[in-house]
């Protein structure tokens, strides 16, 4: 059976969470026994966001074969078991790119070079790339209707109907309802005038998700489909929730996974969300609390930490817990003496998450070097792994002016250094070391109680690189390497020995993390950091027990 495909636009704004109810309809029909994948077009120029500032595009997804990606792609994986890899995202500049490498090489036999046919044409190849073997290929279409930049992606879906048919393709619109508090009414216009747009390019769609905040009644819903042209139970509430994993179980409520069985002539299968009710029922009865610190300069965007937010999370249901991710402002603890301190007192464990160029710096090595010496569980990842071996070289092995050549070329202890196969690379783009690579682990470390396993697969995103000519002061130290690439050359995971909880590693596990399968780094961070809250706050009662009971208290009173 050749795949049917499920197209995702958006209209009204952007940020409502397209991305989210593509991959919730993924998980759905997973949940039916339907095997999906999912992709996405971008409509902008650049060939990919690996260039883009996290302020800008939010976090950059790492996939298995080193592609940087858009955001939405952790959801894709995180809600489906979809293998995903750089054919499932497009932006429109990778599609140029294609194009004018194929007319430099003449492959268009001379003739003119278009938009239509050439450009949706490549876009059709590419979604039909990725419904080979499987039930349903999900195409989510980025930014808003009526955007002069996603014109030829929404011109090739067009097509694509035209040419397969209504029983294999099916359009859902993802619209906003707002409720304007002055009125204390809902208000269907924005949706009308978003569907107008889209039918303006030749697209009736079949299903309207209305974000809206509360539930539409019977008659907004009717008014809608009268006036959008579709069947009212194909206008759904896609109310707000606290947590997005529980978007399928609405989804599933509101009857949308139905309505694609029946659009698409699917037959009916049962669908078996047991796992998922589960996940939710956690979020909403969690055991206790946890308080964790994220130090890192990229703070104030919610969207730039996007999948390790979530990977704690993970980390956190799988011991019940409610997590509270606190966001550290880096620069913040650079105050020349100890008094940052008072700012990460509170916080059950600490992560130094990736990140480049030189700012914050500072304090995030204040940060590590607290957590080192307290006993505070720590995670670092990829620079929070450089930064916590520069901490020690500096801290422990007394040389002042460790650094990486990333912040400091001219250093004379480059602790972390260029990678070796990258030297003389000036090109920014797709330069780093990508994607999934090997790890050894060694026996009987930290690393290996974690995993449980010698052997694990990683995703990379980094250009620097421990330098092994401090391998020797380092571990004589009490530094150990637990994890490196097969043959030796890089290091992948170092730990510190006499210390409740201190890990750092040069991967992204967070990429691999779902609700469903809490990556064990994370689960193991989340649940040392619980011990070390409950012994924290005990220390503290007992303290303050002592104080009262203190003689001169006493004689104050
Ligand atoms: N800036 C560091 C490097 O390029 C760390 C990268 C990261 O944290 N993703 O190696």
């Known amino acids: ?9 958006g209209g009204v704004v952007s940020s409502l969470g397209k991305g989210l109810a593509a991959a919730s309809i ?17 409509p902008y120029l650049n060939v990919d966001p690996g260039t883009m500032s996290p302020f800008q595009h939010g976090e950059v997804f790492v996939t298995d074969d080193g592609a940087e990606t858009d955001l939405d792609l952790g ?22 790119e294609q194009i ?8 268009y036999l001379g003739k003119t070079v278009q938009v239509i046919p050439h450009v949706t044409n490549e876009i059709k190849a590419a979604m039909k790339k990725v419904a080979q073997d ?6 989510e279409i980025g930014g808003t209707v009526g955007d002069i930049e996603s014109l030829p992606f929404i011109e090739a879906i067009r097509q694509m109907r035209q040419e397969l048919g209504r029983e294999h393709t099916l359009f859902v619109h993802v619209t906003l309802v707002p409720f304007i508090a002055a009125a204390q009414e809902l208000k269907t216009k924005p949706t009308q005038h978003s569907v107008k747009e889209l039918l303006s390019v030749g697209i009736q769609p079949d299903i309207l998700l209305c974000r809206t905040d509360r539930f539409l009644a019977k008659d907004i819903k009717s008014k809608i489909a009268l006036f959008c042209n579709v069947e009212e139970e194909a206008v759904i509430t896609a109310k707000d929730v606290a947590s997005i994993y529980e978007v399928p179980l609405v989804f599933s409520r509101e009857g949308v996974d139905t309505l694609v069985f029946k659009y698409l002539r699917l037959e009916a299968r049962d669908r078996d969300l047991k796992d998922w009710e589960e996940i939710v029922r956690r979020v909403y009865n969690p055991k206790a609390e946890i308080t964790i610190g994220i130090v890192g300069k990229y703070v104030e965007y919610e969207d730039s930490y996007k999948s390790l937010k979530e990977a704690l999370v993970h980390g956190a249901l799988a011991h019940n817990l409610k997590l509270n991710a606190n966001w550290v402002e880096a620069e913040g603890l650079e105050t020349g003496d100890q008094s940052y301190e008072a700012q990460l007192e509170d916080y059950d464990g600490l992560l130094v998450p990736g990140g480049f160029g030189k700012r914050g710096i500072a304090g995030m090595l204040n940060a590590i070097r607290y957590a080192r010496e307290k006993k505070v569980p720590y995670f670092g990842i990829c620079l929070g792994m450089q930064a916590a071996c520069i901490e020690f070289a500096r801290n422990v092995c007394g040389l002042a002016e460790a650094n990486s050549s990333e912040f400091d070329p001219a250093t004379p202890h480059r602790v972390i250094y260029k990678l070796r196969e990258l030297r003389g690379v000036e090109e920014l783009g797709g330069t780093m070391r990508l994607g999934a690579w090997t790890c050894k682990i060694e026996p009987g470390t930290l ?3 974690i995993y449980g396993k010698l052997e694990i697969s990683e995703r990379h995103r980094h250009r620097y ?5 401090y391998e020797e002061m380092l571990t004589a130290a009490g530094m150990r390497i637990s994890g490196s690439t097969p043959d030796g050359t890089y290091v992948e995971i170092v730990e510190l020995s006499d210390h409740p909880h201190f890990i750092a590693c040069q991967f992204h596990p967070e990429f691999k993390s779902k609700p469903l399968e809490p990556h064990p780094l994370f689960r193991t961070f989340v649940g040392a950091s619980y011990e070390h809250g409950i012994e924290r706050r005990a220390r503290r009662e007992a303290a303050e027990v002592e104080m009262f009971h203190r003689p001169e208290r006493v004689g104050r009173r």
């Open 1 to 9: 059976m050749s795949a049917k495909y499920i197209f995702v636009t």
């Open 26 to 42: 993924g998980c759905l029909l997973e949940s039916r026994g339907l095997k999906v994948n999912l992709m996405k077009f971008d």
């Open 75 to 96: 959801h894709y994986e995180r809600f489906t078991h979809a293998k995903l890899s750089r054919d499932n995202n497009w932006t429109t500049g990778r599609i140029y």
């Open 100 to 107: 004018i490498a194929k007319e430099r090489r003449g492959d």
């Open 134 to 139: 499987v039930d349903i290929a999900i195409v």
């Open 447 to 449: 690393a290996h109680r």
């Open 465 to 469: 690189e421990f330098n092994r000519e």
